[in-house]
């Protein structure tokens, strides 16, 4: 185990750029897949495909990098930051624990998040909790175990919260959420005025009415005014899978000018600014990850930058990963069952011949190219092939042509019923948002260290199903 303040370098895991596969993963020589040490025919054996895999060490370097390049970072311009994990992208106990021991805190965005990060035994105040719509039952619950942080969405919240506070007798401590117009993802970031979306108070006037404050000023004035609430700071996060650090910078200069206005305006100037998650990383091979080192130095000299324009000294920071931390360390492991080539094409194209290769799961344990139609890469992993590579789509087993669970991906023309096969970097926003679908049991995550391997949330069973089917 890793003490928290130890020292590391801040590098990403060796031989990380440019690939999406975990650091622990090696061909062995007769052309299977290991994962730090463990083959993938012994996880398939001893686990069952389809299987969430995680690479322990990876996990842990990648949240140590990030800690360590963001506190040295910040740490050269005078002040400090924290890193919370963002647990929506994968929360089990054990990896709220590696969290914690690498020096992270956790931020959550439901009770049951929060329930998974008490459980690990992740102190109360290195928590945060989130949400747009909580309930009285989430933000007691918050109140009783000591929860750091509250971040408010809305107006409305803030009474609510303000009230429950009276109630119990403690005072919360809160942050408000606010949208800066700055969104970003994938490579490029947009700058708008106008927000049309759920999250957050926007900075930027929304209403006709002229000298009107904005909704995040109306929100952190409205804090101010009820005791039962201690205003920590702001909290912007733009978006996710950035691989562009622009975003952040504009995102960050716009909560600094809030809150030196709150300042001017009241002369309270609040202490902290968490600039929320987003940072992307590689899912294909030859993509190049956001590098925590560099964005972290450009954030850094950025926020210190506007500070001294503005003439207010730096905020402590905090950040949010979650994909940047989990995403690499995890892949899928299935088995291929029915393979079918299907000729395309036609009426005036030439015809080219797609294989489908279809998996014993599917959009139920990844929902993402579905949903974003996101792009992943796939390897036939259990064996070593001479056959030539053939332009192959990967597919699930549920009943919707939708379910790809690769577009397109070059596959060695002999791939067969019984193959292993594994999708890499699938570690952030798979199991997490992995469903029930056609009720196919939701697969086990698996972590891997040292040569052994361990199941750290156990496959659904029939039995599990049925049990929550009154009947
Ligand atoms: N903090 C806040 C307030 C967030 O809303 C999110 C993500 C994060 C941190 C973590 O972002 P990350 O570092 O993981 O990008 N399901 C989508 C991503 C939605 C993320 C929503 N919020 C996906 O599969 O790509």
């Excluded at 596969?21 to 730090?36: F, I, K, N, P, Q």
């Excluded at 719509?133 to 919240?157: P, Q, W, Y």
């Excluded at 079918?340 to 030439?350: R, Y």
Aim: hydrophobic share 45%; proline share 5%.
């Amino acid at each position: 185990m890793t003490g928290a303040g130890q020292a590391r370098p801040a590098a990403l895991p060796a031989g990380s750029a440019g690939t999406p596969w975990s650091s622990g993963v090696r061909r062995a020589d007769d052309g299977a897949l290991e994962v730090a040490g463990v083959g993938v025919a012994e996880l398939a054996a001893d686990h069952g495909t389809p299987s969430y895999i995680v690479d322990e060490a990876d996990f842990r370097a990648r949240a140590r990098a990030y800690r360590i390049a963001f506190e040295a970072a910040f740490a050269a311009v005078g002040t400090g930051v924290d890193v919370y994990y963002a647990g929506k992208a994968l929360l089990t106990v054990a990896v709220a624990r590696w969290a914690r021991e690498e020096g992270l805190r956790v931020d959550t965005a439901s009770g049951g998040e929060l329930a998974v990060a008490l459980r690990a035994g992740v102190p109360g105040s290195e928590i945060g909790l989130h949400g747009n719509n909580k309930s009285d039952t989430e933000i007691g619950r918050a109140f009783d175990n000591g929860v750091g942080r509250i971040i408010v969405d809305s107006l409305a919240e803030i009474d609510r919260i303000a009230d429950l506070a009276v109630e119990r007798g403690v005072v919360a401590p809160v942050m408000v959420r606010v949208t800066t117009g700055v969104h970003a993802g994938g490579h490029e970031y947009i700058s708008t005025a106008h927000e049309d979306q759920k999250f957050g108070l926007s900075v930027n006037l929304a209403s006709a009415v002229p000298d009107a404050d904005s909704p995040a000023m109306t929100a952190l004035l409205r804090i101010l005014e009820r005791p039962s609430l201690k205003l920590l700071g702001i909290h912007s996060h733009i978006g996710s899978q950035i691989l562009d650090p622009d975003g952040f910078e504009a995102a960050a200069a716009a909560v600094l000018e809030l809150r030196a206005a709150l300042a001017a305006r009241t002369g309270v100037l609040v202490e902290e600014v968490d600039l929320g998650g987003g940072y992307g990383i590689a899912y294909l091979p030859g993509e190049v990850a956001l590098d925590p080192e560099r964005v972290a130095k450009d954030i850094a000299s950025s926020v210190a930058d506007v500070a001294a324009r503005l003439g207010t000294p730096l905020p402590r920071f905090s950040i949010e990963p979650g994909r940047a931390i989990v995403g690499p360390a995890g892949m899928t492991l299935y088995s291929v069952g029915t393979v079918k080539p299907v000729t395309v094409g036609g009426d005036g194209e030439e015809p080219f011949t797609r294989l489908y290769v279809s998996v014993d799961g599917g959009m139920s344990d990844n929902i993402r190219p579905a949903l974003y139609g996101a792009d992943y890469h796939a390897e036939i992993v259990g064996r070593s092939s001479d056959a030539a590579p053939v332009l192959a789509r990967v597919v699930g087993k549920h009943c919707e042509s939708g379910d790809i669970v690769v577009h397109q991906v070059m596959l060695p023309g002999d791939v067969r019923a019984g193959d292993l096969l594994a999708v890499a970097a699938t570690g952030a926003y798979g199991r997490s948002m992995a469903s029930n679908y056609n009720l196919l049991l939701r697969p086990p995550v698996v972590a891997v260290r040292d040569g052994a391997s361990r199941v750290l949330v156990r496959r659904e069973t029939e039995e599990d199903l049925l049990g929550l089917d009154q009947g």
